[in-house]
């Protein structure tokens, strides 16, 4: 016993230097800290990419901001102007909201064509960009997802994409997705309560609950730069690039998903932009870190070599593609989505002597706080009798809002493109 | 390992056994015509005694008869060899040295320190040889002070000569030789033997006291009466004297004498300076004097002098160490069980070393021992640790071995964490040295070293690394003014990185590094103020830059190999240390480095007036195998001088020009392991630099104090930076990225050192800048507009202070203790939203700084007893490292979670890290 006992003290002293090990090796002993922005310069942001689909092309012109501050300030009332060079056509853009130009007519960047974008802020400046071509337009071979566990062994479903140019020029790749997904709230029911005041013997009566609550869509976009290349592979094919990984207890994947990814055939310029962009975002390792400074884009200012302009001028070829799937098809046996549902009963406080009216009135109180609280009922219980509620019966319970109304998560029209 | 333990064992039951036996070691044995060496084992068998002797010594007596009843060893023994030219001696009471002819004194010989001590206790027998006096005779006469006397001549009455002429021989009564050049003194006045042994002198008439001392034969005294002319051969009996412990102090390791200020690590004494998780690091050490810094805790590679980490020349016996460091540089490489000397030039480089700009670091191990087994072993909380030397021709050659090993890897799969199941982290180094000395002026030494690390941060990739080094020292004096050295040494080092993801793009990258290097290098001593130091040495590098291969059948990754890259660096050098007056000693050396390009390679030339990018090549030119492709070169002056204001205060002044001819790239802000060398090309320029430093050095209280100011400024030209996010692993156009600028440094070092007493140590605090400045016409080639900024580890208030107090012999306390101004980062000014997602925009590389770093370490050493016959020497290190728990941010990055800009601050040792380590030695 007592050699157990030392065994066991042992034990936990390694685990104490061994800690130390682990946060030599992992970045444990990685803390946020907070900080704020000193030297603080206003620096134009350009952010464009002009494709080769017929629509009304897109700029967004912002400033940098503060750390502090919550977001950019957008650069209002620019002109904009993209100049095909060969033809000297020259579309122009009108401001649509602050900061948002689009193109006064549809327009599609065609092959073999130079375009150069041409800006003039409010304040008289003028930048140019550099000539840029648009690359080869490829479509995505295919979209799917498949069952696996990410690198720090978490299971999910990874959304992979395999793509192919027999051509093998297009080599660098950029993409972009919009995620819609399902979610049914587990403890809907079809009737509601209405809490009746003033009236003796009546506490509260049912009434028909319209269907709108019960599923509903969300959407979300891709917030990182997923670029990757085929330079280092023999053929110019992506196979099972992993695109996007869902953990089997997200909620994206609690019900049905849908994905609709966008590829972007983009330049070796574009890439090395990018790429920068997103080494300079990510932590690499704890122990060696890339030397950041001012990633230099393909646009420069007109009036002052010196002023630093931030952005791309990116003309790429976009293809895109959606697919549906259920997430029992593949994850039915694990762990999903918690809701963090508990079902509340309405119970007299007996242990601190609640009476009967106090605990009407409290009850009464949570029921009718729908922000946060959903009332529900057991679906198969005996059937309700009809007309008002007297008194509190174990019919009902109350529960978090997440768990019988969906639009705390998402809206309930069905998106046009849905497909069940 | 079992056979050690085994024999640890033995050892083990030996020693308790001789105390035991040691009061009652009375004999009893009995032996009838044998032969002497039989005996010999016999008493060895009975008794714990040794006997060292040779065994063609004995082979002639083999008839020796005698019967012993509890008699002493001495007593046996004085039967045993009655009728030999054997005398014995005991040491350490269970030790015997037999000797044919000679004694052994247990002391120096008179005089030897200018004492007036007498030649003391004796144990032989009368020679065989017919000797006129014994030795033991001489010696007891010698304790009663009687001298024999010499009567020299015959009286002559009618004699009135007031001085007589006396002559003979002086011989070595072994040999029968006659000896040369001895000094007779007669009365006081000495009198040297010719090249026959001859002496002649005039001596008074009556009495005269003739003395010779001569090392390595006894000591003759006697009472000359002269009654006229006469003839005295002096007959002197060899003389073997076991000496007492000899403290040598020279003069020639002093700071303020020497010429060429090297720093000079006290390995022994790194074992009491507390060191994270324990570990003993000499090279950490040399981080806590002025001048010599890191990035940081989890940085690699040391700064010297505001130069890059790769501007160090690291030599484990001649042969260069790429990485001296395991595991991001926490720990050590190199075995310091194993190291002799560690020698730092950082002010002013011997013109012997070259190729490097800021430093050498000479790093040379010990000599294995020549006499006994030996080994010395530590365990600590991460790594185990074994040296083991043993003679394999005892007095001449011996071989050790060490190998150090680090058993974090068990303990991470042993956690409980299931993301860490698929971790590693483990490394190792051996090291081997084989010395074996032909004669008094021939030495060979034979190093082999290795080093390896594994480890992996994401379950999908494995970094490995690995360091080797061979060298072949011969060391050959000529004569006392001429001696040479040869060394032939390889290095190698290379990392590989295997990645083993789900997908089809499974591959192996590898890098290596390799050079072959000979140096001939030769010290004459031409007069007692003159000394030249000259050679010649080359280096071929080899180096395979990177190469890319698919592992697994389904990988669609393209092996890649780039060109390999080769290189020759030769030089011939010529230094000289010049005593131009008493106090004013100049040592000026030159060398001449050249550097060949080599074939077969192809290389880019690029269009003149715009960036280098592949749109701008103009041409590309291919070379042949061996062809130079481009020369660079040029002489390196190495001029040091010191002036002595007074026996403890003096000034010295150096000027310093150094080359260099390969470049680590990195565009990581603190050195990685998988950073990789490239050599000068036509494309890429080989660095330079210049360094001026003058100094102030004094010694106080008998050197118990020495006190050093010294300032220098540093010029460096070509130094290697890249564009911004450069893509260095695998590019086949690095020149593309490239860019070189100038470097400046400057600064003041100032260190106290006490030496002796109870409480000693050091303060060490260094102000100095870094800089680095990248211009180019180009604003993509340009960094910070091209002004000068300062460097990743640029830190100009350095602080540090070793202070260990030894309470007892036993016990000691050590303190360590760090104040360094923050390094450099790079901050983003500002934030931008670009797809969705918020990113940190940088402008200006390295304008902020982290929080100042400081940290206290403790230690207590606790020295096992100090009984003599212990099987081994222990000795425990108990250690705190950042005792005051102070969270030092090592580096400070932004990331982008979810779409924000996250700043995130990593540290590596945050908390206060105990630990606990035991050392012996058997």
Same mark, same amino acid.
């Given at each position: 016993?007592?050699?157990?006992?030392?065994?066991?003290?042992?034990?936990?002293?390694?685990?104490?230097?061994?800690?130390?090990?682990?946060?030599?090796?992992?970045?444990?002993?990685?803390?946020?800290?907070?900080?704020?922005?000193?030297?603080?310069?206003?620096?134009?942001?350009?952010?464009?990419?002009?494709?080769?689909?017929?629509?009304?092309?897109?700029?967004?012109?912002?400033?940098?901001?503060?750390?502090?501050?919550?977001?950019?300030?957008?650069?209002?009332?620019?002109?904009?102007?993209?100049?095909?060079?060969?033809?000297?056509?020259?579309?122009?853009?009108?401001?649509?909201?602050?900061?948002?130009?689009?193109?006064?007519?549809?327009?599609?960047?065609?092959?073999?064509?130079?375009?150069?974008?041409?800006?003039?802020?409010?304040?008289?400046?003028?930048?140019?960009?550099?000539?840029?071509?648009?690359?080869?337009?490829?479509?995505?071979?295919?979209?799917?997802?498949?069952?696996?566990?990410?690198?720090?062994?978490?299971?999910?479903?990874?959304?992979?994409?395999?793509?192919?140019?027999?051509?093998?020029?297009?080599?660098?790749?950029?993409?972009?997705?919009?995620?819609?997904?399902?979610?049914?709230?587990?403890?809907?029911?079809?009737?509601?309560?209405?809490?009746?005041?003033?009236?003796?013997?009546?506490?509260?009566?049912?009434?028909?609950?319209?269907?709108?609550?019960?599923?509903?869509?969300?959407?979300?976009?891709?917030?990182?730069?997923?670029?990757?290349?085929?330079?280092?592979?023999?053929?110019?094919?992506?196979?099972?690039?992993?695109?996007?990984?869902?953990?089997?207890?997200?909620?994206?994947?609690?019900?049905?998903?849908?994905?609709?990814?966008?590829?972007? &055939?983009?330049?070796?310029?574009?890439?090395?932009?990018?790429?920068?962009?997103?080494?300079?975002?990510?932590?690499?390792?704890?122990?060696?870190?890339?030397?950041?400074?001012?990633?230099?884009?393909?646009?420069?200012?007109?009036?002052?070599?010196?002023?630093?302009?931030?952005?791309?001028?990116?003309?790429?070829?976009?293809?895109?593609?959606?697919?549906?799937?259920?997430?029992?098809?593949?994850?039915?046996?694990?762990?999903?989505?918690?809701?963090?549902?508990?079902?509340?009963?309405?119970?007299?406080?007996?242990?601190?002597?609640?009476?009967?009216?106090?605990?009407?009135?409290?009850?009464?109180? &949570?029921?009718?706080?729908?922000?946060?609280?959903?009332?529900?009922?057991?679906?198969?219980?005996?059937?309700?009798?009809?007309?008002?509620?007297?008194?509190?019966?174990?019919?009902?319970?109350?529960?978090?809002?997440?768990?019988?109304?969906?639009?705390?998560?998402?809206?309930?029209?069905?998106?046009?493109?849905?497909?069940? | 390992?079992?056979?050690?333990?085994?024999?640890?064992?033995?050892?083990?039951?030996?020693?308790?056994?001789?105390?035991?036996?040691?009061?009652?070691?009375?004999?009893?044995?009995?032996?009838?015509?044998?032969?002497?060496?039989?005996?010999?084992?016999?008493?060895?068998?009975?008794?714990?005694?040794?006997?060292?002797?040779?065994?063609?010594?004995?082979?002639?007596?083999?008839?020796?008869?005698?019967?012993?009843?509890?008699?002493?060893?001495?007593?046996?023994?004085?039967?045993?060899?009655?009728?030999?030219?054997?005398?014995?001696?005991?040491?350490?009471?269970?030790?015997?040295?037999?000797?044919?002819?000679?004694?052994?004194?247990?002391?120096?010989?008179?005089?030897?320190?200018?004492?007036?001590?007498?030649?003391?206790?004796?144990?032989?027998?009368?020679?065989?040889?017919?000797?006129?006096?014994?030795?033991?005779?001489?010696?007891?006469?010698?304790?009663?002070?009687?001298?024999?006397?010499?009567?020299?001549?015959?009286?002559?009455?009618?004699?009135?000569?007031?001085?007589?002429?006396?002559?003979?021989?002086?011989?070595?009564?072994?040999?029968?030789?006659?000896?040369?050049?001895?000094?007779?003194?007669?009365?006081?006045?000495?009198?040297?033997?010719?090249?026959?042994?001859?002496?002649?002198?005039?001596?008074?008439?009556?009495?005269?006291?003739?003395?010779?001392?001569?090392?390595?034969?006894?000591?003759?005294?006697?009472?000359?009466?002269?009654?006229?002319?006469?003839?005295?051969?002096?007959?002197?009996?060899?003389?073997?004297?076991?000496?007492?412990?000899?403290?040598?102090?020279?003069?020639?390791?002093?700071?303020?004498?020497?010429?060429?200020?090297?720093?000079?690590?006290? &390995?022994?004494?790194?074992?009491?300076?507390?060191?994270?998780?324990?570990?003993?690091?000499?090279?950490?050490?040399?981080?806590?004097?002025?001048?010599?810094?890191?990035?940081?805790?989890?940085?690699?590679?040391?700064?010297?002098?505001?130069?890059?980490?790769?501007?160090?020349?690291?030599?484990?016996?001649?042969?260069?160490?790429?990485?001296?460091?395991?595991?991001?540089?926490?720990?050590?490489?190199?075995?310091?069980?194993?190291?002799?000397?560690?020698?730092?030039?950082?002010?002013?480089?011997?013109?012997?070393?070259?190729?490097?700009?800021?430093?050498?670091?000479?790093?040379?191990?010990?000599?294995?021992?020549?006499?006994?087994?030996?080994?010395?072993?530590?365990?600590?909380?991460?790594?185990?640790?074994?040296? =083991?030397?043993?003679?394999?021709?005892?007095?001449?050659?011996?071989?050790?071995?060490?190998?150090?090993?680090?058993?974090?890897?068990?303990?991470?799969?042993?956690?409980?964490?299931?993301?860490?199941?698929?971790?590693?982290?483990?490394?190792?180094?051996?090291?081997?040295?084989?010395?074996?000395?032909?004669?008094?002026?021939?030495?060979?030494?034979?190093?082999?070293?290795?080093?390896?690390?594994?480890?992996?941060?994401?379950?999908?990739?494995?970094?490995?690394?690995?360091?080797?080094?061979?060298?072949?020292?011969?060391?050959?004096?000529?004569?006392?003014?001429?001696?040479?050295?040869?060394?032939?040494?390889?290095?190698?080092?290379?990392?590989?990185?295997?990645?083993?993801?789900?997908?089809?793009?499974?591959?192996?990258?590898?890098?290596?590094?390799?050079?072959?290097?000979?140096?001939?290098?030769?010290?004459?001593?031409?007069?007692?103020?003159?000394?030249?130091?000259?050679?010649?040495?080359?280096?071929?590098?080899?180096?395979?830059?990177?190469?890319?291969?698919?592992?697994?059948?389904?990988?669609?990754?393209?092996?890649?190999?780039?060109?390999?890259?080769?290189?020759?660096?030769?030089?011939?050098?010529?230094?000289?240390?010049?005593?131009?007056?008493?106090?004013?000693?100049?040592?000026?050396?030159?060398?001449?480095?050249?550097?060949?390009?080599?074939?077969?390679?192809?290389?880019?030339?690029?269009?003149?007036?715009?960036?280098?990018?592949?749109?701008?090549?103009?041409?590309?030119?291919?070379?042949?195998?061996?062809?130079?492709?481009?020369?660079?070169?040029?002489?390196?002056?190495?001029?040091?001088?010191?002036? =002595?204001?007074?026996?403890?205060?003096?000034?010295?002044?150096?000027?310093?020009?150094?080359?260099?001819?390969?470049?680590?790239?990195?565009?990581?802000?603190?050195?990685?392991?998988?950073?990789?060398?490239?050599?000068?090309?036509?494309?890429?320029?080989?660095?330079?630099?210049?360094?001026?430093?003058?100094?102030?050095?004094?010694?106080?209280?008998?050197?118990?104090?020495?006190?050093?100011?010294e300032g220098f400024y540093k010029f460096s030209k070509n130094i290697l930076d890249f564009k911004t996010g450069a893509e260095i692993l695998l590019n086949e156009n690095i020149?593309?990225?490239?860019?070189?600028?100038?470097?400046?440094?400057?600064?003041?070092?100032?260190?106290?050192?006490?030496?002796?007493?109870?409480?000693?140590?050091?303060?060490g605090y260094t102000y100095s800048r870094s800089f680095i400045q990248l211009e180019s016409e180009f604003r993509e080639e340009q960094v910070n507009r091209g002004d000068f900024?300062?460097?990743?580890?640029?830190?100009?208030?350095?602080?540090?202070? &070793?202070?260990?107090?030894?309470?007892?012999?036993?016990?000691?306390?050590?303190?360590?203790?760090?104040?360094?101004?923050?390094?450099?980062?790079?901050?983003?000014?500002?934030?931008?939203?670009?797809?969705?997602?918020?990113?940190?925009?940088?402008?200006?590389?390295?304008?902020?700084?982290?929080?100042?770093?400081?940290?206290?370490?403790?230690?207590?050493?606790?020295?096992?007893?100090?009984?003599?016959?212990?099987?081994?020497?222990?000795?425990?290190?108990?250690?705190?490292?950042?005792?005051?728990?102070?969270?030092?941010?090592?580096?400070?990055?932004?990331?982008?979670?979810?779409?924000?800009?996250?700043?995130?601050?990593?540290?590596?040792?945050?908390?206060?890290?105990?630990?606990?380590?035991?050392?012996?030695?058997?």
């Open positions: 016993m007592k050699f157990a006992n030392k065994l066991i003290r042992y034990k936990e002293k390694g685990k104490i230097l061994f800690l130390i090990f682990i946060c030599l090796l992992f970045s444990q002993c990685v803390e946020e800290f907070d900080f704020e922005t000193e030297d603080f310069e206003s620096i134009l942001v350009v952010n464009t990419t002009v494709t080769n689909e017929v629509k009304r092309q897109q700029v967004l012109l912002s400033r940098t901001f503060r750390f502090e501050d919550n977001g950019p300030l957008l650069e209002s009332g620019a002109t904009i102007k993209v100049v095909e060079e060969n033809t000297g056509i020259e579309y122009l853009f009108e401001e649509v909201s602050s900061g948002t130009y689009l193109s006064v007519q549809e327009f599609a960047a065609m092959p073999d064509k130079k375009y150069q974008l041409i800006i003039n802020t409010s304040d008289g400046r003028s930048y140019v960009s550099e000539k840029v071509m648009l690359p080869n337009e490829i479509s995505i071979d295919r979209v799917y997802p498949k069952r696996m566990a990410n690198t720090r062994g978490v299971e999910g479903i990874g959304i992979l994409v395999d793509t192919f140019d027999p051509t093998s020029t297009s080599k660098y790749y950029r993409y972009k997705f919009e995620e819609t997904y399902r979610i049914t709230a587990p403890f809907w029911s079809p009737q509601d309560i209405v809490i009746i005041t003033g009236e003796e013997d009546c506490i509260y009566d049912f009434i028909e609950r319209p269907e709108g609550r019960r599923v509903c869509y969300a959407d979300n976009f891709s917030n990182s730069i997923i670029i990757t290349n085929t330079t280092a592979f023999n053929e110019d094919r992506l196979t099972g690039f992993l695109l996007n990984f869902l953990p089997s207890d997200d909620i994206r994947v609690v019900d049905r998903y849908s994905i609709l990814v966008k590829q972007f &055939v983009q330049s070796k310029e574009a890439n090395g932009f990018y790429q920068i962009l997103k080494d300079f975002s990510e932590s690499e390792s704890l122990f060696s870190q890339v030397q950041p400074g001012f990633i230099e884009g393909n646009i420069i200012s007109e009036n002052n070599k010196d002023e630093i302009v931030l952005g791309f001028f990116d003309v790429s070829s976009v293809s895109e593609r959606r697919i549906f799937f259920d997430s029992n098809d593949f994850i039915g046996d694990l762990t999903k989505f918690d809701f963090g549902c508990q079902a509340i009963l309405p119970v007299i406080d007996v242990e601190n002597e609640e009476t009967r009216e106090a605990f009407e009135r409290r009850w009464i109180r &949570v029921a009718s706080d729908r922000s946060n609280m959903f009332v529900s009922m057991e679906s198969n219980g005996p059937p309700e009798p009809e007309g008002c509620k007297s008194t509190i019966d174990g019919f009902t319970f109350v529960t978090p809002r997440e768990c019988g109304d969906c639009t705390a998560f998402g809206r309930s029209e069905v998106p046009d493109f849905w497909e069940d | 390992m079992k056979k050690y333990l085994g024999l640890i064992f033995l050892m083990y039951i030996q020693t308790q056994s001789i105390s035991a036996q040691q009061k009652d070691s009375l004999l009893t044995l009995s032996f009838k015509n044998t032969d002497v060496l039989s005996v010999i084992h016999l008493i060895e068998e009975q008794t714990d005694y040794h006997f060292y002797f040779i065994d063609s010594w004995l082979k002639e007596y083999n008839d020796v008869s005698g019967d012993y009843k509890n008699e002493s060893i001495i007593n046996v023994l004085n039967g045993l060899f009655e009728n030999t030219i054997i005398n014995f001696f005991i040491i350490e009471n269970d030790k015997i040295i037999l000797t044919p002819n000679s004694i052994i004194y247990d002391k120096v010989p008179d005089g030897f320190f200018g004492r007036d001590s007498i030649v003391t206790y004796t144990e032989n027998t009368i020679g065989k040889t017919k000797s006129s006096s014994s030795v033991f005779a001489n010696a007891k006469k010698s304790k009663k002070n009687k001298i024999e006397t010499i009567r020299i001549g015959k009286a002559n009455a009618d004699n009135t000569k007031q001085k007589f002429v006396l002559s003979g021989y002086v011989k070595n009564r072994q040999t029968g030789n006659p000896l040369s050049n001895i000094f007779i003194n007669l009365n006081g006045v000495a009198v040297a033997t010719n090249s026959k042994g001859f002496y002649e002198t005039e001596l008074n008439t009556g009495l005269n006291i003739l003395e010779v001392k001569v090392l390595a034969m006894e000591n003759v005294r006697k009472r000359i009466i002269m009654y006229n002319d006469g003839q005295y051969d002096i007959i002197l009996n060899e003389g073997i004297e076991q000496l007492d412990e000899v403290v040598l102090q020279t003069k020639t390791y002093n700071n303020v004498d020497e010429v060429v200020t090297k720093t000079k690590i006290d &390995v022994k004494e790194s074992k009491n300076i507390p060191l994270a998780l324990g570990e003993r690091d000499v090279l950490k050490v040399a981080t806590s004097l002025p001048g010599i810094t890191t990035a940081g805790e989890g940085a690699l590679g040391y700064n010297v002098r505001g130069g890059k980490s790769d501007q160090n020349l690291i030599l484990l016996d001649d042969a260069v160490i790429y990485n001296p460091q395991h595991f991001f540089g926490i720990f050590s490489a190199l075995n310091p069980f194993a190291l002799g000397d560690v020698n730092i030039y950082k002010n002013n480089i011997p013109a012997a070393y070259g190729g490097r700009l800021s430093s050498v670091f000479d790093l040379t191990t010990k000599d294995a021992s020549v006499e006994e087994f030996k080994g010395e072993a530590s365990i600590g909380p991460v790594t185990g640790n074994v040296l =083991l030397e043993t003679p394999i021709i005892k007095g001449k050659s011996g071989l050790m071995v060490g190998g150090r090993v680090a058993y974090a890897n068990w303990i991470l799969d042993a956690l409980d964490e299931e993301s860490l199941k698929n971790s590693e982290a483990s490394f190792y180094d051996i090291i081997a040295k084989y010395n074996h000395r032909f004669s008094e002026n021939s030495k060979i030494e034979a190093t082999a070293y290795i080093s390896r690390d594994d480890f992996s941060i994401t379950s999908d990739s494995l970094y490995v690394y690995n360091n080797r080094a061979l060298s072949l020292k011969w060391n050959y004096r000529f004569n006392d003014k001429h001696a040479a050295k040869l060394s032939l040494s390889n290095s190698r080092y290379d990392f590989d990185i295997e990645f083993d993801g789900d997908t089809n793009t499974d591959f192996d990258i590898g890098y290596s590094i390799d050079e072959k290097d000979i140096k001939l290098q030769l010290k004459y001593l031409y007069n007692d103020n003159i000394k030249f130091d000259y050679g010649v040495s080359s280096k071929l590098y080899t180096v395979n830059p990177g190469s890319i291969q698919p592992t697994g059948t389904e990988s669609i990754i393209t092996p890649l190999r780039l060109d390999e890259e080769r290189g020759l660096e030769s030089a011939i050098f010529l230094a000289s240390e010049i005593d131009i007056t008493k106090n004013f000693t100049l040592d000026t050396g030159i060398r001449y480095s050249v550097f060949n390009a080599l074939g077969k390679a192809t290389q880019n030339v690029f269009q003149e007036g715009v960036p280098r990018s592949l749109e701008t090549i103009r041409e590309t030119i291919s070379y042949d195998e061996n062809e130079v492709i481009k020369t660079y070169g040029g002489p390196e002056l190495r001029i040091s001088g010191r002036y =002595l204001l007074n026996e403890d205060l003096s000034i010295k002044a150096s000027y310093n020009k150094t080359y260099q001819f390969i470049n680590t790239l990195s565009n990581n802000t603190t050195v990685s392991p998988i950073d990789t060398w490239k050599l000068s090309d036509l494309n890429i320029k080989p660095q330079s630099s210049q360094q001026y430093s003058l100094g102030v050095y004094k010694n106080m209280r008998e050197r118990a104090y020495e006190l050093s100011l020149e593309t990225e490239v860019l070189q600028g100038k470097g400046r440094a400057y600064g003041v070092e100032f260190l106290l050192k006490k030496q002796k007493g109870k409480l000693y140590g050091w303060l900024f300062p460097s990743n580890f640029d830190k100009p208030h350095d602080f540090s202070m &070793v202070l260990n107090y030894k309470f007892t012999k036993r016990f000691s306390l050590a303190t360590n203790f760090v104040y360094q101004t923050g390094r450099p980062v790079t901050f983003p000014i500002g934030s931008f939203r670009f797809d969705g997602a918020d990113f940190s925009v940088f402008s200006e590389r390295n304008k902020f700084r982290i929080p100042d770093y400081y940290r206290l370490d403790l230690g207590f050493n606790i020295e096992g007893n100090h009984k003599l016959n212990k099987l081994s020497h222990s000795f425990w290190t108990i250690s705190i490292y950042n005792v005051l728990g102070r969270n030092n941010p090592f580096s400070v990055f932004f990331v982008t979670e979810d779409g924000k800009v996250k700043g995130l601050q990593s540290s590596i040792f945050s908390i206060p890290v105990p630990s606990i380590t035991y050392n012996f030695k058997f």
